[in-house]
């Protein structure tokens, strides 16, 4: 069964701080992983999606990396603002074909302090 | 856009009571999912619709039961509420074909059953 954890589960930064928040995941048959982001009692918004065949997808100020054979995702935010505060969460999906199988990680909440 | 609606932001129920919550697509998605979110659990799948009428049990589907009578409504439904049920509810949806789509949330139905 696939799991996902992320580390750390908190994470306080000083304003204009470059960051990196982790995700692994134990099965590496994986379809894509997505990163969102949820705002305090709100629902997720999507940030990035990388598909199984790449290495990383760039937004803006935002980078995910993913390496399958490892087990890893890395999402590197530049130059952190206040109001990038918010819990970011990871999902798999793991290559059955069906739209069911999409697997989350309890994410890390990240304050970034003005 | 994606928007994702649901019929209510914050519920409160009594024990015992039947309740539902309701999730709204406008764009034409096949897919639609419900979860639910609880600290310390991250999002845990109870029910998915690949289609009008069709649905599939997810990960705790026990409790719950969901209705798709046309495609961009899927209801959530609780027959006997009951405290264990007091969570954040949060819907998606997602366009068919690839399985590895990505999902839209909806921003939640805080539900508190006392």
């Known amino acids: 069964k696939q799991e996902v954890t992320q580390i750390p589960a908190a994470l306080s930064v000083p304003e204009g701080e470059n960051l990196v928040l982790n995700c692994s995941f134990t099965?590496?048959?994986?379809?894509?992983l997505q990163w969102f982001r949820q705002d305090p009692g709100k629902g997720l918004t999507s940030l990035l999606l990388i598909q199984s065949s790449q290495r990383e997808q760039t937004s803006g100020r935002l980078n995910a990396s993913l390496d399958k054979s490892s087990g890893r995702s890395t999402l590197y935010i530049a130059a952190s603002q206040p109001g990038d505060s918010a819990t970011y969460l990871c999902?798999?999906?793991?290559?059955?074909?069906?739209?069911?199988?999409?697997?989350f990680g309890s994410g890390t909440q990240l304050t970034v302090l003005p | 856009d994606v928007k994702v609606t649901q019929s209510s932001r914050y519920l409160v129920k009594r024990t015992g009571e039947k309740v539902f919550l309701e999730c709204v697509q406008d764009?034409?998605?096949?897919?639609m999912f419900w979860y639910r979110q609880d600290p310390g659990l991250g999002l845990r799948l109870i029910y998915f619709?690949?289609?009008?009428?069709?649905?599939e049990k997810g990960d705790i589907p026990e409790g719950y039961s969901v209705s798709r009578e046309k495609k961009e409504r899927f209801s959530l439904i609780l027959e006997s509420a009951s405290t264990n049920q007091t969570s954040m509810y949060l819907c998606?949806?997602?366009?068919?074909?690839?399985?590895?789509?990505?999902?839209?949330f909806g921003p939640g139905t805080r539900l508190t059953v006392t």
């Open positions: 619709s690949y289609d009008v009428k069709m649905k």
């Open positions: 099965d590496s048959a994986i379809y894509n």
């Open positions: 764009m034409d998605h096949e897919n």
């Open positions: 998606a949806s997602s366009p068919g074909g690839q399985p590895g789509n990505e999902q839209y």
């Open positions: 999902a798999v999906r793991i290559s059955s074909g069906s739209a069911r199988q999409l697997t």
